[in-house]
């Protein structure tokens, strides 16, 4: 896999699974202000310089 370099600040995630006749959606909940104990998608910040690609 090549590296390829990464031109943003941040990260998104929605994760959905199909479960029997309903669709799942992942979550976390919130340790950290703000938002302390709310529940959110998965997210956060890309370290500076990190490279897409195989982590050794």
């Given at each position: 896999?090549?590296?390829?370099?990464?031109?943003?600040n941040?990260?998104?995630?929605?994760?959905?699974?199909?479960?029997?006749?309903?669709?799942?959606?992942?979550?976390?909940?919130?340790?950290?202000?703000?938002?302390?104990?709310?529940?959110?998608?998965?997210?956060?910040?890309?370290?500076?310089?990190?490279?897409?690609?195989?982590?050794?």
């Open positions: 896999m090549t590296n390829l370099p990464i031109y943003c941040g990260i998104a995630v929605v994760l959905l699974k199909k479960y029997e006749n309903d669709t799942l959606v992942l979550l976390m909940k919130r340790n950290t202000e703000p938002f302390y104990g709310e529940w959110c998608y998965v997210g956060g910040a890309i370290e500076r310089m990190r490279r897409r690609g195989k982590q050794h």
